[in-house]
């Protein structure tokens, strides 16, 4: 029998999910599982209330059809690349196995913004063309989009130093940028609702993405630094500067995000809180794939860490799941 790989397994492998090797790709394909839920499941009609009653400012409503804007299409821009881009090459089956559910939860969170647009009587055509129209958004989306072009060509191979590399540079793009940086500033500022208990149907299916999505980043961080343990030479300075360098302009991209969402600051959020903020996501995200810290700040939003990062970090190194065992079980404080 060969050793089992993350990436470039021999075909007769690919189906063979026993004995498994990666145990944390399993957990976190059960922790996916405990942790299912419908948008259905979540009542809105207090929502449609606040929404209808004028009680929102045209800012409030701004920073709501904002990240519903960015959000509905993200969903599915990281759908596709698994699908498209990542199910392809990484050939071991317990980590197909969680990309198998993490697709599904991505088609969740797409189905959460369709059921939130057709709740409040929104215009669908508006919210899911705002990755086109809103230079914000497009800037996000056109920037992680061009991780994917390579990994559909057909004659695109991870057998080769370079090909691996540019595989990590997708992962990076998809499970450190995209959902572990341009996803944040949307959740805080989406979160402040809930937390002043207004909006708390579209927060409610916020925390339960966020629970969703604090997997996928600690799935990918977990397939980044066991496929760079793998082919260690892939792991050169040039590489280490082109992702952090990645990382920076991601940076400046969601901070540019916050500032249209926010241009006069609401709910006691501003810009200057989310410029630190977005520096100290970025830091702990390089730090997690071995990557210097860059930026210092101290983190403006504890309340994000506390009830988010720090518990899911939490009971993934404890390996069980004892807050989140439901949604019902779901609180926020
Ligand atoms: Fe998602
Ligand atoms: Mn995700």
Known sequence: MTEKRLINADVVDVNQLMPLKYHWAWEHYLNG???HWQPQEVPMGRDVATWKSGDLTDDERRVILRNLGFFSTAESLVANNIVLAIFRHVTNPECRQYLLRQAFEEAIHTHAFHYIVESLGLDGGDIFTMHRDVNSIAGKD?????????????DFTTASPEGAARFVENLVGFYIIMEGIFFYSGFAMMLSFHRQNRMTGIGQQFQYILRDESTHLNFGIDLINGIVLEYPSIWTPALR????????RAVELEIAYAEDCLPRGILGLNTALFRNYVRYIADRRLERIGLRPRYGTANPFPWMSEAI?????????????????????????
């Open 142 to 154: 056109e920037f992680d989009m061009g991780l994917t072009a390579d990994l559909i060509d057909p």
């Open 241 to 248: 500067e082109r992702l952090a360098a990645k990382i920076d």
């Open 309 to 333: 990062d720090l518990k899911k970090e939490k009971n993934f190194f404890e390996t069980t799941v004892t807050e989140y065992q439901s949604a019902a079980a779901l609180s926020w404080d």
């Open 33 to 35: 599982n405990r942790n």
